[in-house]
């Protein structure tokens, strides 16, 4: 007989199979794993959806669903939903973090925006009389100004302007603008001037109307209570615009400025020079020009690989190659971030595809949310999820290691400590590799390499690989000897610290301190190492040297402990936190569950 295993209580989440297989289509879908048994034939077309029987005999008014078969459907469907779950979760951040990157000069653009319409608005207001009449008013040509802010987005992409400019819209919007969007596509050389207004209208207006007509705007703009609120016109890509289409554009805004406040915000992928290589004469002397620069691909690339893979936002990891694959792929996609984005998305569905136990996943996302549950079903979940794991823990895949209690629970609770530490070292290191224009994304591909980190004693190597006689906390805190190579980032991270001055240094361990907040054993490290230069430097107040006394009281003095000059002391502290946390992750037990290595999936796909 198969084993019996707790039925599926139903997951209180919104998604389904088809809305999981449409959004990924034509890309990939979510296989089922294999099954352990081959005799065992299912129906893929299934119901995934087991509501389960309950028992009225349950205690605590609580009912218990009755034993049935493990049916492979139910697992399927609990890894489906844990995926759901798990990416809403990562691309919650990304787009949190993207937001993020460019606030300040969403703030920049939002406040020169105020400042162009104070300036239109300055020119005076049109009479009641003129406003009324359907054709622009006559002004001289230093009041058709129209103010057009140029902002830098160094991309070659469009599809990775198309999200910042779609936050940049709902900035100003929430800032009392009305704002309307116009795509290179509505300004092509197929498109006319018609079809940009109708566009306009449709998206200020909120209804569609059949004449393109400039007078219904400047009437709807009156109604709305006169000169009170700007209007941003943001137009994406002017380097993929028509030229002819654009300039015809600009010159008929500039038109109708004084009845209607427009002011223009243009994307610029390459350089400031695209305007004037894009748009005739006549339309360039219309524009007054400010400058926005955003953040590079790069830099926003790293802050989604800081708050993902460094974060670890819900657990999901790389391994070494998978890691190298994508930096791989962001370089040769001339550094598309939304490339990136999607393939670690796949990489995500891939993980999910092939480990049977990924579902696990989703319960540190359940205990810190509480997501969708009452308190009942919370609890009654988180126990079907470690019975349905259970019954894979004899699987020789895995191995038994001591200290577990046999409850992926407990081994999750491990490897999300273990996640803690490693982090915490490589966004240390990131922090002094900054200095010298190391890149997170190499440092990362370094930091997650298991052949650069061996175990530094031959007893330990053996009690790893037989994965007995130790604790699974013990194994994950052996420590392990960094293989280092002059030309590695690592090596360099570390060597770079001895070169920063006194005051870099000092804000440096204020940024480890910050960053070692999650990790008590070594936040306490770094404030002691923080308050060492304090000390040497007779920065520190009475009460901070009492302190220091006190947690030395029963230890070595941090002093005797370090007795090298300072900068000495702040670099042999990084090479000993790579030598105690930095285990890639490939070598931690039980790695399978929250990590996806196999690179030659993700490059089929």
């Not at 999901?316 to 550094?335: C, E, P, T, W």
């Not at 502290?573 to 037990?589: A, D, K, N, T």
Request: hydrophobic share 40%; with cysteine; glycine share 4%.
């Amino acid at each position: 007989m198969a084993p019996a295993a707790a039925p599926l209580v139903e997951f209180p989440l919104p998604s389904t199979v088809e809305n999981i297989e449409t959004n990924f289509e034509p890309f990939y879908v979510l296989h089922k794993a294999p099954s352990r048994k081959n005799s065992r034939k299912t129906n893929p077309c299934g119901k995934l959806r087991k509501k389960a029987k309950l028992s009225p005999s349950g205690p605590n008014g609580i009912e218990n669903p009755e034993t049935e078969e493990r049916d492979d459907s139910t697992l399927e469907h609990l890894r489906m939903e844990a995926f759901e779950l798990v990416w809403s979760r990562i691309e919650t951040t990304i787009k949190d973090v993207l937001r993020d990157t460019n606030v300040q000069v969403f703030d920049d653009i939002c406040r020169w925006v105020y400042k162009a319409f104070d300036a239109i608005r300055s020119s005076g207001t049109p009479s009641s009389s003129s406003a009324s009449r359907p054709f622009p008013i006559l002004t001289p040509a230093d009041c058709k100004i129209l103010f057009t802010g140029l902002v830098l987005t160094k991309n070659m992409e469009v599809v990775d302007d198309l999200l910042t400019f779609e936050e940049l819209g709902s900035h100003l919007k929430s800032n009392r603008c009305h704002v309307a969007s116009l795509s290179s596509q509505e300004l092509s050389a197929k498109s006319s001037i018609d079809g940009c207004i109708k566009s306009l209208l449709r998206q200020l207006l909120k209804v569609t109307v059949d004449s393109a007509d400039m007078f219904v705007l400047a009437s709807w703009y009156r109604e709305q209570g006169y000169y009170e609120n700007p209007v941003v016109v943001i137009v994406e890509d002017i380097e993929r615009c028509c030229g002819s289409v654009l300039s015809d554009f600009i010159i008929m805004l500039s038109e109708w400025i004084v009845k209607i406040p427009i002011i223009l915000i243009m994307g610029v992928a390459t350089t400031i020079d695209a305007p004037s290589n894009v748009l005739r004469s006549n339309a360039l002397q219309q524009l007054c020009p400010s400058k926005f620069v955003l953040g590079s691909p790069t830099e926003r690339m790293e802050a989604v690989v800081e708050a993902v893979l460094l974060r670890h936002c819900c657990m999901f990891s790389i391994g070494h190659k998978v890691a190298i694959f994508l930096r791989k792929y962001f370089l040769n996609q001339d550094g598309t971030l939304t490339s990136f984005i999607r393939a670690m998305k796949i990489a995500c569905v891939q993980h999910f595809s092939m480990e049977p136990l990924s579902f696990m996943l989703v319960r540190s996302i359940v205990e810190e949310e509480n997501k969708g549950f009452q308190d009942g079903n919370r609890a009654l979940f988180l126990e079907v999820l470690s019975k349905h794991a259970s019954d894979f823990l004899s699987d020789s895949r895995y191995p038994l290691v001591e200290g577990t209690g046999n409850n992926l629970g407990n081994v999750l609770s491990e490897l999300e400590r273990w996640q803690k530490g490693w982090s915490a070292v490589v966004q240390c290191l990131y922090q002094v590799g900054k200095y010298g224009k190391v890149q997170l994304l190499d440092l990362l591909c370094e930091a997650l390499d298991p052949q650069l980190f061996k175990p530094i004693t031959s007893e330990n190597s053996s009690r790893l690989q037989q994965g007995k006689g130790m604790s699974f906390s013990s194994s994950c805190e052996l420590q392990y000897q960094f293989s280092s190579r002059k030309d590695g980032y690592i090596y360099q991270a570390i060597r770079k610290v001895r070169d920063l001055p006194a005051e870099l240094l000092h804000q440096l361990l204020v940024s480890w301190e910050k960053i070692t907040g999650c990790v008590p054993e070594i936040h306490e490290k770094v404030k002691d190492l923080l308050l060492a230069f304090k000390l040497g430097d007779g920065k520190s107040s009475e009460k901070a040297i009492a302190d220091v006394s006190k947690r030395h009281a029963s230890q070595k003095d941090l002093f005797i402990k370090y007795p090298k000059p300072m900068i000495e002391k702040a670099e042999s502290f990084l090479s000993s936190l790579v030598s105690e946390h930095m285990r890639p992750i490939e070598s931690v037990p039980f790695h399978e569950l929250i990590c996806f290595k196999d690179v030659r999936k993700l490059q089929l796909v």
